[in-house]
């Protein structure tokens, strides 16, 4: 599915995300910004060590106690098609998704954004942040991410692309329903 607001496109699609090719993935990270399970593993394992290698330096020069949740901070994307990666943190829910971990989900999203517009990076593919081992219900955080891109867009409508790489059709569908929601 594709829409466009002013000049962005925004793009959901079912796949991996470290086929994506892109200016920037994103990465949902822990804050340790070490590696993990999940769609951490994955980049990890495909981009090679040289992303491991810039996020323990980033540990040690700027988050030493790791990265807060919501915060995002940009490696390059070593072996993956795409020439960085974006690592955000997003809230811990294990089900339960008040307003601390709505606004925290929505900062993961925005601030990444926000990041990758001060690289001068155009196009932009999202995971399904905070859904997996996190446990946040997908319907109401798909609904946090597509505010958080429109209310991006709505400000600065800067980038080319913005793209949400699904990795399950259920998730996928999620999705949509959570953009045609937003836009009808
Ligand atoms: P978190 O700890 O933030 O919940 P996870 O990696 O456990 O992160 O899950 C986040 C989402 O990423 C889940 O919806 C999961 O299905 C999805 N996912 C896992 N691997 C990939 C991948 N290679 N590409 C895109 N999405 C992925």
Not at 37 to 56: R, S, T
Not at 110 to 120: D, I, R, T
Not at 125 to 138: K, L, N, Q, W
Not at 145 to 164: H, N, P, T, W
Request: proline share 4%.
């Amino acid at each position: 599915m594709e829409i466009t607001i002013g000049k962005t496109k925004l793009i959901l699609k079912k796949g991996d995300i470290t086929e994506e090719d892109v200016d920037v993935i994103v990465n949902a990270a822990n804050s340790t910004l070490m590696g993990g399970g999940g769609v951490d593993g994955a980049i990890h394992q495909k981009g090679g060590p040289a992303i491991l290698q810039e996020c323990k330096k980033i540990r040690q020069t700027s988050y030493p106690e790791g990265l807060p949740t919501g915060e995002a901070v940009i490696t390059t994307g070593g072996n993956l098609k795409a020439r960085y990666v974006i690592h955000t943190v997003g809230p811990i829910c294990h089900g339960k998704f008040g307003e601390t971990e709505e606004k925290l989900l929505y900062n993961a999203y925005y601030n990444s954004l926000k990041l990758a517009k001060e690289k001068g990076l155009k196009t932009i593919s999202f995971p399904s942040i905070s859904t997996g081992a996190y446990r946040c219900p997908p319907y109401q955080s798909a609904k946090i991410a597509i505010k958080a891109v429109i209310d991006f867009v709505g400000k600065e409508d800067y980038f080319e692309q913005i793209r949400f790489i699904l990795y399950t059709d259920q998730m996928y569908h999620t999705f949509k329903d959570a953009l045609e929601e937003a836009t009808e």
